[in-house]
């Protein structure tokens, strides 16, 4: 069986020199790396005590809702601003050029809930911070934050110092 790291691309020089861009649609489009992903991540979970998954839109979608279904826990979507119908709490986050909204459904996290957040790749860290954020706001407690990869080089786990941070892959650069 192949090793996660083999599903991924990675293509150089994108989207600029000298950046090695980590493409996760080819560890989506492969059955079984799909399949090693999902479970990887999951794995990441045992022994750990929580209430509910919330995934990061988008491809926090597609890797926390299988780990929910195969939990048996709810799933919380963490969407860009104006997509949810109902009252929200929302975070500002700084990107590399401009800032990004997020929000949370108000009713969507209750007080006291343990809460486990999935994202596809943590670079700088800045949104899933701000998902933290909007949990923490809910009264929720954030107990695992789990990554398919890792960009080591743009310190995104020193930013969630204090957190309880997973990654399957991590990649030493940018």
Known sequence: MKKIEEYVRSIPDFP???????DVTSVLQDAD???LAIDSMQDCLEG????????????????????????????????????????????????????ATIEM?????????KVVIVDDLIATGGSVEAAIKLVEELGGEVVKVVFLMELAGLKGRERLKGYN???VICYDGK
């Not at 799933?75 to 401009?98: D, I, M, N």
């Not at 459904?105 to 809930?113: E, L, N, R, V, Y």
């Open 105 to 113: 459904h108000k009713d969507s996290i209750k007080p006291g809930q």
């Open 16 to 22: 600029e020199p000298g950046i090695i861009f980590r």
């Open 33 to 35: 790396g799909l399949q």
């Open 165 to 167: 941070v997973a990654s």
């Open 48 to 99: 750990e005590e929580f209430d509910v998954i919330t995934g990061l839109e988008s491809r926090g979608f597609i890797f926390g809702m299988p780990i929910a279904y195969n939990l048996h826990k709810p799933f919380v979507l963490v969407r860009k601003a104006g997509k949810l119908p109902c009252e929200t709490v929302s975070r500002t986050y700084e990107l590399e050029y401009g800032s």
